[in-house]
T-cell receptor, first 113, second 112 residues
Framework: GAVVSQHPSRVICKSGTSVKIECRSLDFQATTMFWYRQFPKQSLMLMATSNEGSKATYEQGVEKDKFLINHASLTLSTLTVTSAHPEDSSFYIC?????????FGSGTRLTVV | SQQGEEDPQALSIQEGENATMNCSYKTSINNLQWYRQNSGRGLVHLILIRSNEREKHSGRLRVTLDTSKKSSSLLITASRAADTASYFCATYNTGTASKLTFGTGTRLQVTL
């Protein structure tokens, strides 16, 4: 139980375009989801906390207008990287809190060319 | 958010040997968790130890917690090639809005 499905697993986009990443809780309702960014061989850095039905809470230094988060239902949160640039290339991981802890998506490798 | 430090950053051992990873953190915690990440994948929860616990076992995993030193260790016994992955500690404090704070990670390589 407590599975989170994240799509796409890999995406390549052109500089200046926007990319949407989806995170779905498959067998539970997730009122809170978290979005992380991970650079190669580094740890996970929390970008924002997504709450169903309300605005996301962004960590210090994260651009709200660049990383748009929507949590419109109890099973879906999306992260949209707007006007992507090569420096946005990274591994993005979502996570959801459930009754017994945290579960993580399999991650999205974003490459901006 | 402040991260904990893990050491070593990288560890290479042979199959059958034990692997020990250490994690230090900075603030008070409610619990500490260890996660595993295979290359290019998400995280898998391994074990959770509460602040009032000192040691916990799960299969080949042994976790210790010393809240006075703000440190934890993860021991993997009789390692296997399939244990090759990155391992992260993560701390949880109810005062941080349900957020996990991750350590810097240890990359473990187990060779045949």
């Amino acid at each position: 139980g407590a599975v989170v499905s994240q799509h796409p697993s890999r995406v390549i986009c052109k500089s200046g375009t926007s990319v949407k990443i989806e995170c779905r809780s498959l067998d539970f309702q997730a009122t809170t989801m978290f979005w992380y960014r991970q650079f190669p061989k580094q740890s996970l850095m929390l970008m924002a906390t997504s709450n169903e039905g309300s605005k996301a809470t962004y960590e210090q230094g994260v651009e709200k207008d660049k990383f748009l988060i929507n949590h419109a239902s109890l099973t879906l949160s999306t992260l949209t990287v707007t006007s992507a640039h090569p420096e946005d290339s990274s591994f993005y991981i979502c996570s959801a809190r459930y009754m017994y802890g945290y579960t993580f998506g399999s991650g999205t490798r974003l490459t901006v060319v | 958010s402040q991260q904990g430090e893990e050491d070593p950053q990288a560890l290479s051992i042979q199959e059958g040997e034990n692997a020990t990873m250490n994690c230090s953190y900075k603030t008070s915690i409610n619990n500490l968790q260890w996660y595993r990440q295979n290359s290019g994948r998400g995280l898998v929860h391994l074990i959770l130890i509460r602040s009032n616990e000192r040691e916990k076992h799960s299969g080949r995993l042994r976790v210790t917690l010393d809240t006075s030193k703000k440190s934890s260790s993860l021991l993997i016994t009789a390692s296997r090639a399939a244990d090759t992955a990155s391992y992260f500690c993560a701390t949880y404090n109810t005062g941080t809005a349900s957020k996990l704070t991750f350590g810097t990670g240890t990359r473990l390589q187990v060779t045949l």
